[in-house]
């Protein structure tokens, strides 16, 4: 089983607030990603890393930031939440070198609700 | 038109019935394919993941790609109550982009 970590787990808060969704992983992989899940929708990526100090937005635009300063850890900053960021998040990281392929494992998510 | 696509269901089935959920997909370059199930307020998990056609079996799950079809089946056979959840598949070309479906609802009725 995956040992990925997301806090907080549920998270209700009013607008203008800022935010931080944690997440760790223990597997030592590389490669970490967000991604925003809404009800009926697919998975979209929202930003990803592939190792300390690099991350690249993904293809869903959005306003929140991240950072890698450990192989381990990813957080999820967004510095004035609107109820538009209502959402589930969900993080992911998957091993692998260069180009090599290997599945993404995911955390339990946190589903933010923005008054 | 969406690069996969995946019926959303719900599909109910009674417990000890074969399962057959399915993806299409529009991009040849697709090579990983996986197929992830997610419970309710839950993240998803890895079920199966292959590599270009062919079949691949793990306990009662089977999976199955048809590169020539663009065409990906999850066979779940004698399913259990326990297997309700949504199931979501997920394909790569081989980078950090995964492409994937809205997800199957699945209820197994007891």
């Known amino acids: 089983e995956a040992d990925i970590y997301q806090t907080p787990r549920y998270l209700v808060i009013g607008t203008g607030k800022k935010i931080t969704l944690e997440c760790s992983q223990t597997m030592g992989h590389d490669k970490m990603y967000w991604y925003q899940q809404d009800p009926g929708m697919e998975l979209h990526l929202i930003h990803y890393?592939?190792?300390?100090?690099?991350?690249e937005k993904g293809d869903l635009s959005s306003e929140s930031t991240v950072s890698r300063i450990r192989t381990e850890h990813f957080p999820l900053t967004l510095e004035s939440a609107r109820p538009s960021h209502t959402s589930q998040y969900l993080c992911a990281s998957s091993g692998g070198t260069g180009s090599s392929n290997q599945p993404q494992h995911f955390g339990d998510g946190t589903r933010l609700s923005i008054l | 038109q969406k690069e996969v696509e995946q019926d959303p269901g719900p599909l109910s089935v009674p417990e000890g019935a074969i399962v057959s959920l399915n993806c299409t997909y529009s991009?040849?370059?697709?090579?990983?394919f996986m197929w992830y199930r997610q419970y309710s307020r839950k993240g998803p998990e890895l079920l199966m993941y292959t590599y270009s056609s062919g079949n691949k079996e793990d306990g009662r799950f089977t999976a199955q790609v048809d590169k020539s079809s663009k065409y990906i089946s999850l066979f779940i056979r004698d399913s259990q109550p326990s297997d309700s959840a949504t199931y979501l598949c997920?394909?790569?070309?081989?980078?950090?982009?995964?492409?994937f479906g809205t997800g199957t609802r699945l209820k197994v009725l007891a």
């Open positions: 991009n040849s370059a697709f090579q990983y």
């Open positions: 890393s592939y190792g300390v100090n690099s991350t």
């Open positions: 997920a394909m790569s070309r081989g980078t950090y982009k995964y492409i």
